[in-house]
Every structure is written in structure tokens, then in C-alpha cells.
């Protein structure tokens, strides 16, 4: 499955990147949390586990609906998954569509390492069409999956999903990235947290019935 199997076949995500004292206690309040999430209209939650900044996560959540993102939110079984997993501050959350998903490599391959960044963007449509173009320079950098999100209430703003080959190559990515991703310069400091890199951990489908 590749690692960006969290909205393959859906295009509405939720995405959290937060500190837990121990990642280890947040995929068992996730599955604890199963019945609710699929009464919240969830598809598929996806965890992911920083290998840079200790104690760092991303949880990636697919809806069937945009109508469920404040609910999400606002919900008691979320209140109580912050508290049992000892998160203590507000996590950074994007809630958006796919706008474009782009495989670069073959989807048989064992999941690499995930760079995750939210920014603004002047255009999304001219950042898309720019990213089409340098295709050849993604791949020969390592890029396997590029997955583009545009959030719901702000057009600028964007979540960039890049699955990359290697450790090495995502450090070579952050530190060099090609003139198309402009995204890479806008993610942290200030409103909108730094690059997170990390790998797929976990994957729980949510069947409408669960």
C-alpha cells in the first residue's frame, strides 16, 4: 500500500501534526476510537511517525463529507483521544480536498519516507501546472507519490504529501528543493509548522458499517 493510502479513493482529509509525550499510546486511542470515528463519517485514518523531531506524529484522517470537519472537531471522543494520549497544546490542523495526486514510481514498492508540509501558495492551479512540468526533475530526485491539497477555506493555503525514497534524499530534498516546490520554503516557522518527515506506521480502513 503506498503511504499515501489515507484518501486514495476519497478526496476530503483532516490532517493533525502535533508532540505526544509517547507516540506509542496514540495508534491503540485511535482504534479505541473506531466506532466514533465511522459515526463521524471517516474512511481511512492513517498515523505517521516523525524520524526527525522526537515524540512528533501526523494523523491523517479521510471523510465521506466536508459537512463533518467541525463535528470532527468539536467531538467528545476527539477531546478525550487529546487527553489519552497527553497532548497538550492545540495541534496544527489542515482540513481540505485533494486537488491532485501524482505517482511517480511503482505503488508495489514498501512505503519510504513522507515529507509533509502546510503553506500558502500564490496560485494553486499555476503551482500545479509548474509541478506537471517538472515531473522528470521529481522522479530523478527520489520522489515516488505527490499528493496536493487545497484546504476548504483558504484558497492559498495548501498541504503538500510527498512520499521519497530515502532518508538521505528527503534531507537533500529539504535542504535543495527544485525551484517548483515553492511550497517547501513556507512551511514553519510562524503560522504553519515546519517539514514533517516521517513513515507510514499505521492504516485503519473504516467500513461504513464498523
Known amino acids: 500500500m503506498s503511504a499515501t493510502a489515507d484518501a486514495n479513493t476519497h478526496t476530503l482529509v483532516l490532517a493533525m501534526d502535533y508532540r505526544v509525550p509517547d507516540p506509542a499510546r496514540v495508534w491503540p486511542v485511535l482504534q479505541r476510537s473506531r466506532g466514533a470515528l465511522a459515526d463521524l463519517g471517516a474512511h481511512y485514518v492513517v498515523l505517521y511517525v516523525s524520524t526527525r523531531d522526537r ?21 467528545r471522543a476527539f ?103 515553492e511550497w517547501m520554503a513556507g512551511g514553519g516557522p510562524g503560522a504553519y509548522p515546519p517539514v514533517f518527515v516521517g513513515r507510514l506506521q499505521h492504516v485503519m480502513r473504516i467500513d461504513e458499517n464498523a
Open 79 to 181: 477531546l478525550s483521544w487529546f487527553d489519552a494520549v497527553g497532548l497538550q497544546d492545540i495541534p496544527a490542523i489542515f482540513a481540505g480536498e485533494t486537488v491532485d495526486k501524482i505517482g511517480l514510481a511503482d505503488g508495489d514498492d514498501a512505503p519510504g519516507v513522507i515529507m509533509a508540509t502546510i503553506a500558502r501558495v500564490d496560485d494553486v492551479a499555476v503551482l500545479l501546472s509548474r509541478i506537471h512540468e517538472a515531473l522528470p526533475r521529481l522522479a530523478a530526485a527520489g520522489i515516488r507519490n505527490l499528493r496536493l491539497f487545497q484546504a476548504f477555506d483558504d484558497e492559498h493555503e495548501t498541504m503538500v504529501l510527498q512520499e521519497i525514497d530515502t532518508e538521505e534524499d528527503a534531507s537533500r530534498w529539504i535542504d535543495h528543493p527544485d525551484s517548483v516546490a
Open 55 to 75: 515524540g512528533r506524529v501526523m494523523v491523517t484522517i479521510s471523510l465521506r463529507s466536508r459537512e463533518p470537519i467541525l463535528e470532527v472537531l468539536r467531538s
